[in-house]
C-alpha cells in the first residue's frame, strides 16, 4: 500500500511532464491496487458485480406431480420424496432445510416422521448426511419449481411463506432442451427431473427470474377473469348445438336453460370482478386508465389488468414480447425468412386484436395509419400486428407515468408526516424549556 500512495503523491506534484508517463503510472497504481488484499474497497469488474448478485449457494430441485413432491437438495446431495400437501411441506422445511429436530435418532430404514398422512422418505446412504451438510439460510438458497398447470401454488406459497423467497419457477421446455444436451442416457423419471432442475439453475444462474409475489386481489381477478372465458367459451358452444338442424323441443329447452345459467354465472363473477378492482385503488386508477383509451371497454380492460401484472414495470421491448406482438427474425447465412410474431400471452394478443379493429372504425389516427401501412404494400395482418404493438406500447408508457406519479405523491406524504413529527417534538421540547426556566426562576425567588 505504501508503494501505491507514493506513486499517487508522484502524479499530484506533478514530478512527472509528459501524458504518457502519466497514463504508465496510472496503469501501474491500478495493477498496484488489483494486487493488494484491500478489505475496505475493491475493484469489480463486470462479471464480478453479476456473480455478486447472484450469491445462491444451495439449490433445491422440485419436481412436482398431482400427489407428490420429487425434491433434491445440492447442499447433501439427497432425493427427497413427499406428498404435495402443505403440512409434509412444512415437514420438510423443518426437519431437513431449517434442521430444528436433528434426525440422528429419527432415521430408520431410510425414513423419518412416519405419520399417517405425511411420510418422508430419504434416499441417503446414511444419516450423517444432513448433520454434515452445509449451511442453509434463507439467502443463499434457491427454490427452482417445476411448472406443472397449477399443482406448484401449493408448494411455492408453502415455501416463500416459510421465509424461502428466492425461488424460481422453471420452463418445462426449457429444462427439457437443457437435460437433452446434458444427459447421455435417456431415460426420464422424477428423481432425474428433479436433479435436472438443479443442474439447470446453477449453470444458468446469470438469467433466471426470481419469482415476485403478486397481490391477493391480483390472483383472485386472475381467476375470475380465466373462470369467465370458460363460461363464455360453454355457451358459445350451447348456442352452436341450439343452431343443429335436428333438435327437439326438449333438447332445445334443456340447452336455453343452460345459457341462462351460464348468462347468470358471467353476470355475477363480473360484479365480483368489478368490486375487487373499486376497493383497490392502484388496480382502479389503472383500470380507469385503460378505460380512457379508445377502444378499449370493460372486457378489455379487466382481462389486460389480470393477465398482464408487467405494465408499467418493463421497457417497450419486453411489453410487446409478453403481448406477442414482437417480430421474431429468422436469419441463417443467406437465407432471410419471414418475420413473423410468435409468443407472447394468447388472451392478451386477442384482446389487443379487437381493441385495433374498433380503433380502426371509430379513431381516425388509427385509420390514416392503417391505410398508410397498405399503401406501402404490407398485409392487412401485419397492418394491425404493428398497430397492436404500438398500442401495448403507449399503453405501457401511461401506466409508467401513473406509476411514478403515486411514488412522489407517498414520498411527499412521507416527508410532510416526518417534518410534522418534528416541529410537534420541537415545540414540546420549548415548551419544556420555558417551563422549567419558570419553574427555577420562581424558587430563586
Known amino acids: 500500500m505504501n508503494t501505491i500512495f507514493n506513486k ?42 453479476n456473480k455478486s448478485n447472484k450469491h445462491f449457494t444451495n439449490f433445491i430441485g422440485i419436481d412436482v406431480g398431482k400427489y ?6 445440492s447442499f447433501n446431495n439427497t432425493h427427497y420424496s413427499i406428498q ?9 422445511i423443518d426437519n431437513i432445510l431449517l434442521q430444528k429436530n436433528k434426525c440422528n435418532k429419527n432415521i430408520k430404514n431410510n425414513q423419518i416422521n412416519k405419520n399417517i398422512d405425511n411420510v418422508i422418505k430419504l434416499n441417503c446412504n446414511h444419516s450423517n448426511d444432513i448433520n454434515n451438510s452445509k449451511e442453509i439460510n434463507y439467502n443463499n438458497t ?16 408453502t415455501f416463500y411463506n416459510m421465509g424461502f423467497t428466492n425461488i424460481h419457477l422453471a420452463e418445462g421446455i426449457k429444462v427439457k432442451y437443457f ?28 438469467d433466471l427470474r426470481l419469482y415476485n409475489k403478486t397481490s391477493e386481489d391480483l390472483n383472485k381477478l386472475n381467476e375470475y377473469v380465466e373462470r369467465i372465458y370458460d363460461l363464455k367459451d360453454m355457451k358459445q ?53 385503460l378505460l380512457s383509451i379508445k377502444g378499449i371497454g370493460q372486457v378489455i380492460a379487466y382481462t389486460i389488468l389480470s393477465h398482464l401484472p408487467e405494465l408499467g414495470k418493463v421497457n417497450r421491448r419486453q411489453i410487446a414480447s409478453i403481448s406477442g406482438c414482437a417480430p421474431k427474425v429468422v436469419e441463417s447465412c443467406s437465407i432471410h425468412g419471414y418475420r413473423r410474431v410468435m409468443g407472447g400471452r394468447p388472451i392478451i394478443k386477442q384482446m389487443l386484436f379487437n381493441a385495433i379493429l374498433v380503433r380502426i372504425r371509430t379513431d381516425e389516427e388509427t385509420k390514416e395509419k392503417y391505410e398508410y401501412f397498405q399503401s406501402k404494400g404490407k398485409k392487412k395482418m401485419v397492418a394491425i400486428v404493428a398497430l397492436m404493438r404500438k398500442l401495448i406500447v403507449s399503453i405501457n408508457a401511461k401506466v409508467k407515468e401513473l406509476l411514478k406519479e403515486e411514488i412522489v405523491i407517498k414520498d411527499n406524504i412521507q416527508s410532510n408526516n416526518i417534518s410534522s413529527i418534528s416541529s410537534n417534538n420541537i415545540s ?13 426562576n420562581n424558587k430563586t425567588i
Open 237 to 289: 358452444k350451447e348456442k352452436n348445438r341450439l343452431e343443429a338442424p335436428r333438435n327437439s323441443k326438449l333438447i332445445n329447452k334443456t340447452i336455453l336453460s343452460c345459457i341462462k345459467t351460464l348468462e347468470k354465472q358471467i353476470e355475477e363473477i363480473e360484479k365480483e370482478i368489478l368490486y375487487i378492482i373499486e376497493h383497490n385503488p392502484e388496480l382502479n386508477k389503472i383500470y380507469k386508465l
Open 142 to 157: 434457491l427454490i427452482v419449481i417445476d411448472l406443472t398447470g397449477g399443482y406448484e401454488i401449493l408448494c411455492r406459497d
Open 68 to 73: 407428490k413432491l420429487d425434491i433434491y437438495c
Open 428 to 440: 414540546s421540547i420549548s415548551s419544556n424549556n420555558i417551563s422549567s426556566i419558570t419553574t427555577n
Open 8 to 49: 499517487c503523491n508522484k502524479v499530484v506534484n506533478c514530478n512527472i511532464h509528459s501524458f504518457g508517463e502519466i497514463f504508465n503510472e496510472f496503469n501501474s497504481i491500478n495493477n498496484d491496487y488489483n494486487n493488494t488484499n484491500c478489505s475496505n474497497a475493491s475493484v469489480i469488474s463486470n462479471t464480478d458485480i
Open 84 to 92: 404435495n400437501k402443505e403440512n409434509s411441506i412444512k415437514e420438510f
Open 179 to 206: 437435460s437433452k444436451s446434458i444427459l447421455k442416457n435417456k431415460a426420464k423419471t422424477d428423481k432425474i427431473d428433479s436433479k435436472m432442475l438443479v443442474l439447470y439453475a446453477e449453470r444458468m444462474i446469470n
